[in-house]
């Protein structure tokens, strides 16, 4: 058994190299390098908490059949998950970090002896004021990130869910949770502890479904904020400095995260904590497609365009993803790059329904990191382009984020791909994007819509350049 000294050293040592790691992720070049520091640390904290339960027994028995089980199971989705399903798999992982502090704190309050926090009945102060905390934390992170893995997955519609005297009632309950700590501290009555529990689970619930498709990654990042406070909570109840560490980080972290996204798309940083926005009713103005000239091409006509041109914009999105076709389009560009042709990568912050979803496939396809632009960096760039070359991106390019005041995605800064010369933008249909709504690029003079799987278009398109 390591000794209290011993093992608040170790914790220290992983919590430094968390802090690496984030910062190693902060930059490509130094993402696996970052990756490695956060590999490094947990494995540091998980060693630590295990030798720290004692001498072998029945509980360190317990706990090392259950390290193994999660350890494989987690393993098991690693190896299996695609990269389009990342967003889910994140909402999924967040909900089961809120459950375990809810856990803990049912443990914690049930049998306080067992964490030197007093008796049941006579819990210390502190103590009950953090549980109470991480536990409200955690379910809403809990049932939240539920929601959002539904919608994600799409068991369940990315409209947003409203009803009348929806915000008075999310402000009813979050004032209760208060209120029910407070009496919870004052009483420690098990019976306001269970109430507490429930009313939580059930604000996180309420505080997602009225959020529309489109917003859904600025939710993701802020309930991995929300995951990460509920972990710190926890940490204070437990006294592991580990766990108040990394719980702050990510709290913190995807906080910044939330509040950077929020201004890349417009949005009210308190309504994302608050929750019900995106809610508003999808225009008429997008409802009638199928009344609208839609010129389409094939690889021919796409080939002889990129041809005579001396400027492409690549603009890949979530259809890329789904379609694998990161490798087709690096050997596509390769092909243009022999002939003279400047290219050039335009990345919307929120690409792929996750921060960096893009980049990350990019880079597995080996594309130069200089050739990536974010949309501040390269959207003026648009109108002197002779192309844009749009795979699979669809909300993020929408010209009715600029012109609709009742698009949900209205006031959302979007890729000015409609300022091009010449737009191909390839996709399987007109079917509309993640927000629900048509996009009104497909309409345009200057598009020329290209029908079928992504990673076959750019290759026959390869093949006739």
């Known amino acids: 058994m390591l000794s209290a000294n011993l093992s608040a050293i170790f914790y220290l040592i992983s919590g430094v190299l968390f802090i690496l790691a984030l910062r190693g992720l902060s930059s490509p070049e130094t993402s696996r390098q970052g990756n490695f520091f956060g590999i490094l640390g947990m494995i540091i904290a998980i060693t630590v908490t295990f030798l720290s339960i004692g001498n072998f027994s029945i509980g360190f028995v317990v706990v090392l059949i259950f390290l193994l089980i999660g350890g494989l199971i987690g393993a098991f989705i690693a190896y299996k998950i695609p990269m389009t399903a990342m967003p889910e798999l994140v909402a999924g992982f967040h909900s089961l970090?809120?459950?375990?502090?809810?856990?803990?704190?049912?443990?914690?309050?049930?049998?306080?002896?067992?964490?030197?926090?007093?008796?049941?009945?006579?819990?210390?102060?502190?103590?009950?004021?953090?549980?109470?905390?991480?536990?409200?934390?955690?379910?809403?992170?809990?049932?939240?990130?539920?929601?959002?893995?539904?919608?994600?997955?799409?068991?369940?519609?990315?409209?947003?869910?409203?009803?009348?005297?929806?915000?008075?009632?999310?402000?009813?309950?979050?004032?209760?949770?208060?209120?029910?700590?407070?009496?919870?501290?004052?009483?420690?009555?098990?019976?306001?502890?269970?109430?507490?529990?429930?009313?939580?689970?059930?604000?996180?619930?309420?505080?997602?479904?009225?959020?529309?498709?489109?917003?859904?990654?600025?939710?993701?990042?802020?309930?991995?904020?929300?995951?990460?406070?509920?972990?710190?909570?926890?940490?204070?109840?437990?006294?592991?400095?580990?766990?108040?560490?990394?719980?702050?980080?990510?709290?913190?972290?995807?906080?910044?995260?939330?509040?950077?996204?929020?201004?890349?798309?417009?949005?009210?940083?308190?309504?994302?904590?608050?929750?019900?926005?995106?809610?508003?009713?999808?225009?008429?103005?997008?409802?009638?497609?199928?009344?609208?000239?839609?010129?389409?091409?094939?690889?021919?006509?796409?080939?002889?365009?990129?041809?005579?041109?001396?400027?492409?914009?690549?603009?890949?999105?979530?259809?890329?993803?789904?379609?694998?076709?990161?490798?087709?389009?690096?050997?596509?560009v390769d092909t243009l790059k022999k002939n003279d042709i400047n290219v050039s990568y335009a990345i919307h912050p929120v690409a792929g329904r996750m921060p960096g979803h893009m980049n990350v496939l990019l880079a597995e396809a080996n594309v130069p990191y200089d050739e990536v632009f974010e949309l501040e960096e390269i959207n003026n760039d648009f109108a002197n382009a002779d192309v844009a070359f749009v795979i699979g991106a669809n909300d993020v390019t929408n010209p009715v984020a600029k012109t609709d005041p009742q698009s949900p995605i209205y006031g959302m800064p979007v890729l000015d791909v409609e300022k091009c010369k010449s737009v191909l933008f390839v996709k399987r249909s007109l079917s509309p994007g993640y927000a629900g709504i048509d996009n009104d690029l497909f309409y345009k003079e200057n598009t020329l819509m290209l029908f079928a799987d992504a990673k076959k278009m750019t290759e026959d398109i390869t093949k006739n350049l």
């Open 97 to 332: 970090v809120g459950l375990a502090a809810v856990f803990v704190a049912i443990a914690a309050f049930l049998n306080p002896e067992a964490f030197n926090l007093g008796s049941p009945g006579n819990i210390k102060l502190g103590s009950l004021i953090e549980m109470s905390i991480g536990a409200a934390v955690g379910a809403i992170t809990f049932s939240g990130s539920i929601i959002a893995f539904l919608k994600l997955q799409g068991i369940m519609s990315g409209s947003p869910i409203t009803f009348k005297g929806q915000h008075p009632l999310n402000a009813l309950i979050l004032i209760s949770i208060i209120v029910l700590t407070y009496l919870l501290c004052s009483t420690q009555s098990s019976n306001l502890f269970w109430i507490l529990l429930t009313v939580s689970f059930l604000i996180g619930f309420l505080l997602i479904i009225p959020i529309g498709g489109a917003d859904m990654p600025v939710v993701i990042s802020m309930l991995n904020s929300y995951s990460g406070w509920a972990a710190a909570g926890i940490g204070f109840t437990l006294e592991n400095t580990a766990l108040i560490i990394t719980g702050a980080l990510v709290g913190s972290s995807g906080a910044i995260l939330s509040y950077i996204m929020c201004k890349g798309m417009n949005r009210s940083f308190f309504n994302v904590i608050l929750g019900g926005f995106g809610a508003t009713e999808q225009s008429s103005s997008s409802q009638n497609k199928e009344q609208k000239p839609v010129k389409s091409g094939n690889a021919d006509d796409a080939a002889f365009l990129m041809k005579n041109a001396s400027s492409v914009i690549i603009v890949p999105g979530y259809g890329m993803a789904v379609a694998q076709a990161q490798h087709a389009l690096r050997e596509m």
